[in-house]
């Protein structure tokens, strides 16, 4: 096969195949002529925001042809043509952290390509097309002709070679490079092959890339001035912003801290809405007159105003706010244990309350400490039968019936359905509820209850006894291991949830401390998965967090040199991982490793999985249109993000 | 009286001194620092986190560095008035402080103030009219006040005001006013979504002074000079206002000045639940994250506000009672 190349390709395909995908959804055009080629209609004249013209009219901004790229990207919006106005309030609960509703409304249009709100393509976004090379060691990719930052900067190839060459191969602003631009521990060559066209040449193949590449380049015409190789006067001014050093003034201008959000106004960026105003409560996210899509009408987006950002301190103030009806868009700090509350408050807040997919393949799994520092725990938790009695303990058809409504699916810890080398024995194996064989298991090992009958001795004859470590945030965990410690009591091991402050938990967890480690399974469908396996290999969690069996990883990572060596099944584990993670997705060979990486884990029992799949509540207001009605929420799906917020708009 | 002054004051650098190493090692003993409270904010949300981005952090911040090097970098530089960059915000700790500083200093004062009003007379009265049915209905919404938590407080009069009354809950301005510049309209705007904290914060103190008040009065009023001043026929109210009230007010004023540190941390629980633009929410927030500077920051402050409320707590307890003499 040639180098695959997708243009537009991608929606077209989508207009041809996507029978089942109902009316309302936006369609993307790579280009202003992708659309005009498959749709046979043309677009000649321009709109813009009464706002804007006005602008224009005082000859503040050029006009609008000339702001919105040569080759705009081009959107059918999801029901109709929307109109321009309103603003979009949102609420947070925290002021720092991008875990908010604003963060991907916002800043999900920046990156060069996107994903689609199902999980399955990629959409062309400020990259026009891409192409990656047989071997998936190179990757070309267009960048649109003529888009602008939002300062009315040009944004070209030369931005991208900034970053690589004054951002990622500086040793000051980026001591290590991130893996994902370090595949196979080489750093990444890129080459710039004109003004809009740029090559990145990886040591080893890296699909994955096109998928979770975000946005590599930063506004070269901005920053150059806090950058030592382009002014040396840098460090003096950095001192007298009162930083040490040059590039702590340049880092707090280009943040590499991913999950932090910006606070700093009018940074040039090349989202539909860029921010204006940093205030104590909130922040404000004004339209960016340089925004390179427009709608089939010739209309340039964002048809709103403005994203409105209120910074509330708790769950409690966010959820009465929602009820109120004075957030346009909610979802972040939903839960499914509220929901009657907030059907209860539809009318007099104006909004509907929608239930979208989840991305958690488990709302709780757990996983022993497979390197336990007690040598007795450690054999018992070694010992498959072990997990496979305490996944069989579990009652999680009643689970489901307390904490969900029965709205959630039980199933074993795997990964969501709709992964396409997912086969659904693997979410019932062990995950029916059964006494009997769970004792008998207990009973074979080994494991005999005391003489009074309350509970099992472990073969040193101490009590059985195992703590269920947790953090309280992502749904009901307190609730959870409580069921779950039940349950496991019923059978003779003794469980004892154990409640952690977060930095607690982490400190554990690299410490290789505790006995059983609980998360909530994301990171499990076929991008997301692909891209981090972290949940599918030990420590069964990012190696920042742990789940179980950290001197595990670090004998993987280190080649052999350090922790522990894991046994056979372990190590076959992460060579199947390493070798998928270099086949190109949609692949039979990517099917079958997947299959493999899927089933190791299952049958062995790596995690034990609770209920899963539960529905997600995301309450937007009557007067938001273009908006889906259903959908998935998660950061495997960046949250709102693919739901395309620019074509939004206010009916009212 | 001066010289007594300036001797507080001395003393006044070595305690700061000490404050500031105390509070300095007390704020990093938790497990973890501030990166492990990020990984863990990102691994909550599902965001990638890679050990690159986490060794430029903490290049960034100096965090890799030893404690006494840590303190020394911070301590020299809070003296020429730089209390550093908060980790989370990424923005200089006392910008971030002084935003907050006033409202809560208002929202404090007012609370203040309505305490006393109420409590005073009522005090008095219940002091002066024991067992009356007066006395038991006060005694009793005191001891009501005084056992419920404000936290429980804030959040049923929070449902009240949105459900009855439809206002905007959270912060201190009515949506339409929140971005609005400073006038009248938003001045009363505020007026009208303040009384909902000033009465939360208010009320515990109110029944802890109502009580304390009534149990000082009672103790004067049995005193020898009392019942002699009403034997000479000393009219009842002058009598008590001038002499048994003004002793009970003693400890009192030994203690007004732990009301200044109060002003800026005691709404803590309820801002937080109530969601107010104030320094409370900051500071629990910046002892979560483990934001070292920031909370390091407050903290100095707060001892700051401490020692010199204690300090004029001394020169008022000097001038209420002359008895006490500064040697």
């Given amino acids: 096969m040639n180098a695959r190349k997708i243009l537009s390709l991608v929606s077209v395909l989508l207009l041809l195949f996507g029978a089942s995908a109902s009316a309302a959804e936006p369609e993307v055009f790579a280009t202003l002529a992708a659309f005009e080629e498959a749709t046979g209609e043309s677009i000649v004249t321009f709109n813009e925001a009464p706002s804007l013209a006005e602008r224009v009219a005082q000859g503040e901004l050029p006009p609008v042809e000339e702001r919105i790229s040569s080759e705009p990207l081009v959107l059918r919006p999801a029901d109709a043509v929307g109109r321009y106005g309103g603003s979009l309030e949102t609420i947070a609960v925290t002021a720092t952290s991008n875990a908010a509703d604003a963060v991907n409304i916002v800043e999900y249009g920046q990156q060069l390509v996107t994903m689609t709100h199902d999980l399955e393509g990629l959409t062309p976004n400020l990259a026009k097309a891409w192409d990656m090379s047989d071997d998936l060691t190179v990757l070309t990719v267009e960048l649109r002709a003529g888009v602008r930052w939002s300062d009315g900067a040009p944004f070209t190839t030369d931005d991208v070679m900034f970053w690589y060459e004054d951002i990622i191969l500086n040793a000051e602003l980026t001591p290590v490079v991130p893996v994902n631009w370090a595949p196979g521990g080489e750093t990444v060559h890129v080459e710039k092959i004109d003004d809009y066209t740029v090559s990145f040449e990886f040591a080893v193949p890296h699909p994955t890339i096109v998928s979770a590449m975000g946005l590599p380049a930063a506004p070269r015409h901005f920053l150059e001035e806090y950058h030592i190789d382009y002014n040396p006067g840098a460090d003096d001014l950095a001192g007298e912003r009162g930083f040490d050093e040059w590039w702590q003034l340049f880092n707090y201008y280009y943040q590499i801290e991913t999950n932090q959000v910006r606070r700093i106004e009018d940074y040039p960026a090349l989202s539909a809405w860029v921010l204006t105003e940093v205030a104590q409560t909130y922040y404000v996210y004004e339209r960016n007159p340089f925004f390179w899509k427009i709608d089939s009408e010739g209309n340039q987006l964002p048809y709103i105003d403005e994203v409105i950002r209120t910074t509330v301190e708790n769950d409690e103030v966010y959820m009465l706010k929602v009820m109120s009806g004075e957030a346009d868009i909610a979802a972040f700090s939903l839960q499914l244990q509220g929901y009657p509350v907030l059907r209860r408050n539809e009318e007099s807040g104006g909004y509907r309350t929608m239930l979208w997919g989840s991305i958690f393949g488990s709302d709780l799994y757990l996983v022993p400490n497979y390197t336990h520092k007690d040598e007795v725990l450690r054999e018992i938790f070694n010992d498959l039968r072990f997990r496979q009695a305490l996944s069989l303990a579990i009652d999680r058809d009643e689970i489901n019936e307390i904490l969900y409504f029965g709205q959630a699916i039980p199933r074993q810890a795997t990964a969501l359905p709709i992964t396409s080398f997912y086969e659904d024995w693997m979410g019932e194996h062990y995950a029916q509820f059964d006494l009997d064989r769970a004792n008998e298991l207990l009973d074979d090992m080994g494991l005999a209850w005391n003489s009074d009958g309350t509970y099992r001795l472990r073969p040193d004859g101490r009590p059985l006894s195992v703590s269920i470590d947790y953090v309280l945030l992502e749904g009901p965990k307190d609730r959870l291991t409580e069921l779950v410690a039940e349950y496991w009591g019923n059978v003779g091991v003794l469980a004892t949830p154990q409640s952690l402050e977060r930095s607690l938990y982490q400190q554990r967890g690299l410490a290789n401390e505790g006995d059983f480690r609980t998360w909530h399974l994301d990171w499990s469908s076929d991008a997301s998965m692909h891209r981090l396996p972290h949940r599918y290999r030990p420590p069964w969690h990012n190696p920042l967090v742990v789940a179980g069996g950290k001197p595990w990883w670090d004998w993987y990572e280190s080649q052999g040199t350090h922790g522990e060596e894991p046994p056979e099944v372990i190590q076959h584990l992460f060579e199947v991982v390493d070798q998928w993670q270099q086949t190109g997705r949609g692949t039979e060979e990517y099917e079958r490793l997947g299959r493999e990486i899927l089933t190791v884990n299952v049958e062995n029992l790596f995690k034990i999985g609770t209920v899963g799949l539960s529905p997600k509540p995301v309450v937007k207001t009557l007067r938001l249109a273009n908006m889906a009605d259903e959908g998935i929420f998660g950061s495997d799906t960046a949250f709102f993000g693919p739901y395309l917020p620019e074509q939004w708009y206010f009916t009212d | ?327």
């Fill in chain 2, 1 to 327: 009286m001066a010289r007594f002054v300036f001797r507080r004051l001395l003393t006044l650098i070595p305690t700061l001194l000490v404050i500031s190493i105390i509070s300095f090692i007390v704020i990093q003993l938790p497990p973890g620092d501030w990166l492990s409270t990020y990984v863990m904010q990102l691994a909550q949300s599902g965001t990638l986190v890679d050990q690159a981005e986490l060794l430029a952090l903490e290049r960034r911040y100096a965090m890799g560095q030893p404690m006494h090097i840590q303190y020394f970098r911070w301590i020299s530089r809070v003296v020429r008035g730089d209390f550093g960059m908060s980790f989370e915000y990424g923005q200089p700790v006392r910008e971030l402080i002084q935003e907050r500083l006033l409202l809560t200093v208002f929202i404090s004062f007012c609370s203040l103030i309505f305490s006393w009003v109420v409590a005073f007379p009522i005090g008095i009265y219940s002091a002066v009219k024991q067992h009356s049915m007066g006395d038991y209905a006060a005694t009793f919404v005191g001891f009501l006040g005084l056992s419920t938590p404000n936290f429980m407080i804030a959040l049923v009069l929070m449902y009240v005001a949105m459900q009855h009354f439809g206002l905007s809950v959270g912060g201190l301005f009515s949506p339409e006013y929140v971005r609005a510049p400073w006038s009248a309209a938003r001045f009363f705007d505020m007026l009208k979504n303040l009384w909902l904290p000033v009465i939360i914060v208010g009320t515990s103190g109110t029944a802890t002074l109502i009580r304390v008040l009534r149990n000082n009065l009672l103790d004067e009023l049995q005193k020898q000079y009392v019942v002699t001043a009403r034997a000479k026929g000393v009219h009842a109210v002058r009598l008590t206002l001038k002499y048994p009230v003004r002793m009970a007010l003693i400890p009192f004023v030994s203690v007004a000045g732990w009301q200044l540190p109060e002003l800026v941390s005691g709404e803590m629980i309820t801002a937080v639940v109530l969601s107010l633009p104030t320094t409370g929410p900051l500071l629990l927030s910046a002892l979560l994250a483990q934001d070292m500077y920031l909370a390091g920051g407050f903290i100095l402050l707060l001892a700051v506000l401490m020692v010199i409320g204690t300090l004029l707590s001394d020169i008022l307890l000097a001038l209420v009672d002359p008895r006490i003499r500064y040697e």
